[in-house]
């Protein structure tokens, strides 16, 4: 057999990893699913630890299934930003924020913000910087011990070789103009850019040989629209995970309308947007109301018993940048049973995907389909409602959700390319995308309407001790 390409994945519900043939063919597949614990702090940290743990067990398993190949590189995706503080033997201490779902240093981001004369595009919610002056002043102890700052994907490398880095797109989010951070950022490196080579223990976890060469690496929304084959200007994606993100490359830094736009795999800019939640917010309503209820959704028409939500379930960044934003069902009557109320959750990732579609048409111009991929692309309720919601017909690519981007990621940091494979076309429903235009007049104004009414609420949910108090 040729060489193969092994590409591993780091999400928020665990580590995928998979093995791809020289012809882009997958051989091998892995996972290891992680826990977010028990306890509520757990909801929005992650142990870096465990994540050492589950990827091990996913490439193993992917190795293992694909017959060990000759494994000729290896590419790295994760989830972030997620700042992990590193000694100086490199090991990791305490475990790492969630983005946007950690709210916790939000008081200390509007505080830096506003002093520095800063706004929400350059210092966000999922910024880095305030969650590092947050950790100094909450926990001073572990603060000291820290030597260095890098992200999750930044950890995996470290972890696997010994290198460290940071790839520009994710440099955006550990670095602010006149800001600087409290701990050192590592080299920047292009995510494409070979790190360094396997090291003996890490290939002895593995299975693997020493040396292999492994990729800088980024974050794994950025490595999926790389491997969906948008990397020239014109391009467009949409990623189905947990969260939603979506945008195309453009040539010109042109932005506004709560999107941001950033360095990406390839020439131009990346024009996007990302939200908090999607497919944890059709797992979150499957949970809610049953499997048949979630079936029987997918068969009725948007908008089912008067019902219209807002998805800010884990806070919301594009467009709101609210990481207190609050979740919304309006319109609820004794009348709605559980098929309505499932409805209304894919209606309401089908309005969030309508919005950011039409901010990205308004600053880019007209779209003739997006690449989609991610694990919520096999959902086929959720995908049809989209594209009946945006008008854009949604091109789906084969094996959606698993590690194959990274894996191609590894083979062009070889200088070899590999061609992503379309499975099928979803194509809008005229009627039904009228119907979701008349939806969204409603949907667009509950946010401005409604967001003091969300922050009072998302204050008095915290504990006690992080509660803001008036003199």
Same mark, same amino acid.
């Given at each position: 057999?040729?060489?193969?390409?092994?590409?591993?994945?780091?999400?928020?519900?665990?580590?995928?990893?998979?093995?791809?043939?020289? #012809?882009?063919?997958?051989?091998?597949?892995?996972?290891?699913?992680?826990?977010?614990?028990?306890?509520?702090?757990?909801?929005?940290?992650?142990?870096?630890?465990?994540?050492?743990?589950?990827?091990?067990?996913?490439?193993?398993?992917?190795?293992?299934?694909?017959?060990?190949?000759?494994?000729?590189?290896?590419?790295?995706?994760?989830?972030?930003?997620?700042?992990?503080?590193?000694?100086?033997?490199?090991?990791?201490?305490?475990?790492? =924020?969630?983005?946007?779902?950690?709210?916790? *240093? $939000?008081?200390? &981001?509007?505080?830096?913000?506003?002093?520095?004369?800063?706004?929400?595009?350059?210092?966000?919610?999922? !910024?880095?910087?305030?969650?590092?002056?947050?950790?100094?002043?909450? $926990?001073?102890?572990?603060?000291?011990?820290?030597?260095?700052?890098?992200?999750? #994907? @930044?950890?995996? +490398?470290?972890?696997?070789?010994?290198?460290?880095?940071?790839?520009?797109?994710?440099?955006?989010?550990?670095?602010?103009?006149?800001? =600087?951070?409290?701990?050192?950022?590592?080299?920047?490196? #292009?995510?494409?850019?070979?790190?360094?080579?396997?090291?003996?223990?890490?290939? $002895?976890?593995?299975?693997? =040989?020493?040396?292999?060469? +492994?990729?800088? @690496?980024?974050?794994?929304?950025?490595?999926?629209?790389?491997?969906?084959?948008?990397?020239?200007?014109?391009? *467009?994606?949409?990623?189905?995970?947990?969260?939603?993100?979506?945008?195309?490359?453009?040539?010109?830094?042109?932005?506004?309308?709560?999107?941001?736009?950033?360095?990406?795999?390839?020439?131009?800019?990346?024009?996007?947007?990302?939200?908090?939640?999607?497919?944890?917010?059709?797992?979150?309503?499957? %949970?809610?109301?049953?499997?048949?209820?979630? *079936?029987?959704?997918?068969?009725?028409?948007?908008?089912?018993?008067?019902?219209?939500?807002?998805?800010? +379930?884990?806070?919301? &960044?594009?467009?709101?940048?609210?990481?207190?934003?609050?979740?919304?069902?309006?319109?609820?009557?004794? !009348?709605?049973?559980?098929?309505?109320?499932?409805?209304?959750?894919?209606?309401?990732?089908?309005?969030?995907?309508?919005?950011?579609? %039409?901010?990205?048409?308004?600053?880019?111009?007209?779209?003739?389909?997006?690449?989609?991929?991610?694990?919520?692309?096999?959902?086929?309720?959720?995908?049809? #409602?989209?594209?009946?919601?945006?008008?854009?017909?949604? $091109?789906?690519?084969?094996?959606?959700?698993?590690?194959?981007?990274?894996?191609?990621?590894?083979?062009?940091?070889?200088?070899?390319?590999?061609?992503?494979?379309?499975?099928?076309?979803?194509?809008?429903?005229?009627?039904?995308?009228?119907?979701?235009?008349?939806?969204?007049?409603?949907?667009?104004?509950?946010?401005?309407?409604?967001?003091?009414?969300?922050?009072?609420?998302?204050?008095?949910?915290?504990?006690?001790?992080?509660?803001?108090?008036?003199?």
């Amino acid at each position: 057999m040729t060489g193969c390409y092994l590409g591993i994945d780091l999400g928020i519900s665990g580590a995928r990893a998979a093995v791809l043939t020289d #012809a882009g063919r997958t051989i091998g597949q892995g996972r290891s699913a992680g826990s977010g614990g028990a306890n509520r702090q757990a909801e929005y940290e992650r142990e870096p630890r465990d994540w050492s743990l589950q990827l091990t067990e996913a490439c193993r398993l992917a190795v293992q299934q694909a017959g060990h190949p000759r494994v000729e590189a290896i590419g790295i995706g994760a989830l972030g930003p997620c700042p992990v503080l590193l000694d100086r033997d490199l090991r990791p201490l305490g475990p790492a =924020p969630l983005f946007s779902m950690d709210g916790r *240093a $939000e008081a200390t &981001r509007i505080a830096l913000r506003d002093a520095r004369g800063l706004n929400d595009e350059t210092l966000g919610p999922d !910024h880095v910087i305030p969650r590092l002056h947050w950790i100094r002043e909450q $926990e001073p102890e572990r603060f000291a011990q820290a030597a260095w700052c890098v992200d999750a #994907a @930044g950890y995996l +490398v470290s972890d696997l070789t010994g290198a460290l880095v940071i790839d520009p797109i994710t440099l955006c989010d550990h670095a602010a103009p006149g800001l =600087p951070s409290p701990l050192p950022t590592p080299p920047v490196q #292009a995510a494409d850019a070979i790190a360094g080579g396997l090291s003996a223990g890490a290939a $002895e976890r593995l299975g693997l =040989p020493a040396g292999i060469p +492994v990729t800088v @690496g980024t974050y794994d929304c950025f490595v999926d629209i790389a491997g969906s084959g948008v990397i020239e200007p014109g391009a *467009a994606c949409m990623l189905l995970g947990s969260t939603l993100v979506m945008g195309r490359v453009v040539e010109e830094a042109r932005c506004g309308q709560g999107m941001r736009l950033t360095p990406h795999v390839g020439q131009g800019h990346f024009l996007g947007g990302w939200t908090s939640s999607c497919g944890s917010l059709i797992d979150w309503a499957q %949970r809610l109301y049953g499997q048949d209820a979630m *079936a029987a959704a997918e068969t009725l028409p948007p908008g089912e018993g008067g019902l219209v939500m807002l998805p800010y +379930v884990a806070g919301e &960044r594009t467009p709101v940048w609210d990481p207190q934003a609050r979740g919304v069902i309006v319109g609820l009557a004794l !009348h709605n049973d559980a098929p309505q109320l499932a409805r209304a959750a894919l209606d309401a990732v089908a309005l969030s995907a309508m919005d950011l579609t %039409r901010r990205l048409v308004a600053l880019s111009g007209p779209l003739a389909s997006f690449r989609v991929n991610g694990g919520g692309a096999r959902h086929r309720g959720l995908v049809q #409602a989209i594209a009946d919601a945006t008008g854009v017909a949604l $091109e789906i690519l084969a094996h959606p959700g698993e590690a194959q981007a990274p894996a191609w990621l590894a083979a062009r940091a070889l200088g070899r390319r590999l061609e992503p494979a379309v499975d099928r076309v979803v194509t809008p429903d005229p009627a039904r995308h009228q119907r979701y235009a008349e939806l969204f007049d409603v949907y667009q104004a509950l946010y401005p309407r409604l967001a003091s009414t969300m922050h009072s609420l998302a204050q008095q949910a915290l504990p006690q001790h992080q509660q803001k108090h008036k003199d």
